[in-house]
């Protein structure tokens, strides 16, 4: 189904591209993985997977960038997300622009989260013209700050996040960023 035409932009291993209808079964799945969805207050459903699909087709279509359907170059397999998403919940860093992922557990730690928050950095800073790019997460999601780390990017501070105030083991939250030296 997928061909070179689908991707806005690929990676050594990853091709990057807008999101389908056919892929909202597929990303639910992955949302309702336990597994993949620790680090967030809960499973999602079906239809707060299609709402989420809409709205990154939508923020792409409106500003070049969202959280991008990832597929797989060698098997054309849809993976998951990782990509760029606006973050405005209340705090005195937002709004941002925010680098995320989300991939099925049988793509982890296979070097794809990095190769692609990589991937996703390069089209901000030189596509995009950003001038940074943010990352949140629970500091109990030590693979993901790891994948931060990896990136390049560097922590900037501890903080509880608003919409996590009743889950103990997610409120709080680190604030990494990268800087575009080119453009800061």
Sequence with gaps: MSTNEFYIFKSARLGFRNWLEA????LTDINQDPQVMEF??????QE????FVKRMKSQFQEKGFCYFAVEELSTNEFIGFIGLSVQNFESDFTPCIDIGWRLHTEKWNQGFATEGALRCID???????LKVIHAIAPKANASSVRVMQKIGMKELKRFHH??????EKLQECVLYEIVNNLRA
């Excluded at 967030?40 to 459903?45: D, E, I």
């Excluded at 608003?162 to 889950?167: I, R, V, Y």
């Design 23 to 26: 892929d909202v079964d597929k």
């Design 40 to 45: 967030f207050p809960g499973l999602q459903s």
């Design 48 to 51: 707060r997977t299609r709402q």
């Design 123 to 129: 089209y901000g800073f030189n596509d995009l013209k």
């Design 162 to 167: 608003p919409l996590l105030a009743s889950n």
